[in-house]
């Protein structure tokens, strides 16, 4: 089946420093792709949708400047947060479409730890 | 680690029918279990979700899922759908690492 991948999987970071996560549709090109964040044993809350060749949207509540997200390719998304804090520390989780299937698959996460 | 299957891949029912579908984990430990649905061209939405207590959960939209430790089941139900509810639907578990896991999903076409 259809694999998405995230990079790194597990990332500690000084506070203050930005940190790049990938995200990767493996065998299918995502013409959308989600970034949810997930707290401790809580539900996941959407981020942004990340949109090919376009601008992200976000949800409300998130801050664009602080969490970029870019969509450059059909294959890549990526979401860098800027100047950390310790308050940033979670899983981040990202999904992709297969537009064939019309099936939606998700990353295996990113944990990250601001110290 | 622990892994979450859902049995079905694909559901097809038409409306009015009832609905369940299947969610197996396998850790042992304790968990919290969470139901979620991705309609077409949409992000995930939470339907419902177990921390503790009555292990009968009522969702949003008329869904309500069972947890049964014994079976380490959390299946989903639905006893009348409707049109609207074509989408997919995620089952997820997390438990110590907070990292949630999600079964591979199932697709369900409600016909009119």
């Known amino acids: 089946g259809a694999v998405v991948s995230q990079h790194p999987s597990r990332v500690i970071c000084k506070s203050g420093t930005s940190v790049k996560i990938e995200c990767r549709s493996l065998d299918f090109q995502a013409t959308t792709m989600f970034w949810y964040r997930q707290f401790p044993k809580q539900s996941l809350m959407l981020m942004a949708t990340?949109?090919?060749?376009?601008?992200?949207?976000?949800e409300q509540g998130v801050e664009k400047d602080k969490f970029l997200i870019n969509h450059a390719s059909l294959t890549l998304s990526t979401l860098t947060v800027t100047s950390a804090h310790p308050e940033d520390s979670s899983f981040y989780i990202c999904?992709?479409?297969?537009?064939?299937?019309?099936?939606?698959?998700f990353g295996p996460g990113t944990r990250l730890t601001v110290t | 680690a622990q892994s979450v299957s859902q049995h079905n891949h694909h559901v097809i029912l038409s409306e009015a029918a009832s609905l369940e579908l299947g969610c197996n984990y396998s850790?042992?430990?304790?968990?919290?279990l969470f139901w979620y649905v991705q309609y077409p061209g949409q992000h995930l939405q939470l339907l419902l979700k177990?921390?503790?207590?009555?292990?009968l959960v009522k969702g949003i939209k008329g869904f309500e899922a069972e947890f049964i430790k014994s079976k380490f089941s959390f299946n989903l139900r639905k006893p009348s759908v409707q049109w609207s509810d074509t989408a997919e639907y995620f089952c997820a578990v997390n438990a110590n690492d907070y990292k949630l896991s999600f079964g591979a999903g199932t697709t369900v076409t409600v016909r009119a």
């Open positions: 990340s949109n090919e060749g376009s601008k992200a949207t976000y």
């Open positions: 999904s992709a479409r297969d537009p064939t299937s019309g099936r939606a698959f």
């Open positions: 850790y042992g430990g304790t968990v919290n």
């Open positions: 177990y921390f503790s207590g009555d292990p």
